[in-house]
């Protein structure tokens, strides 16, 4: 079974950051693309950065600057760096893989509140 589980998570003023990990399991992580999404309650998941298998990395524009996703395959996780935090980043952080099926972490919160 394909397994992934978010971490890092948690409440932070605006201009802090936070790394977000995602470790995932039961899939040969190396040749899919991975990416981080966010949803906000009454709203669907948005794309916020994905990573290819060889490394072309996409991000949504109101993070350009301030996150950085990476991926170390030897550990399979992703990351999202994530750096100035602010308010309107606050949502539930979703790691997914796109293979033959998309899967999903848990989430993980992230608050970017005084």
């Known amino acids: 079974q394909v397994r992934l589980v978010e971490s890092g998570g948690g409440l932070v003023q605006p201009g802090g950051s936070l790394r977000l990990s995602c470790a995932a399991s039961?899939?040969?992580?190396?040749?899919?693309?991975m990416a981080w999404y966010r949803q906000t309650p009454g709203n669907q998941r948005e794309l916020v950065a994905s990573?290819?298998?060889?490394?072309?990395?996409s991000y949504e524009d109101s993070v350009k600057g301030r996150f950085a996703i990476s991926r170390d395959n030897a550990k399979n996780t992703v990351l999202l760096q994530m750096n100035n935090l602010k308010p309107e980043d606050t949502a539930v952080y979703y790691c997914?893989?796109?293979?033959?099926?998309?899967?999903w972490g848990q989430g993980t919160q992230v608050t970017g509140s005084s």
């Open positions: 997914k893989v796109a293979s033959n099926v998309n899967y």
């Open positions: 039961g899939i040969m992580f190396r040749i899919y693309t």
């Open positions: 990573i290819s298998s060889s490394g072309f990395i």
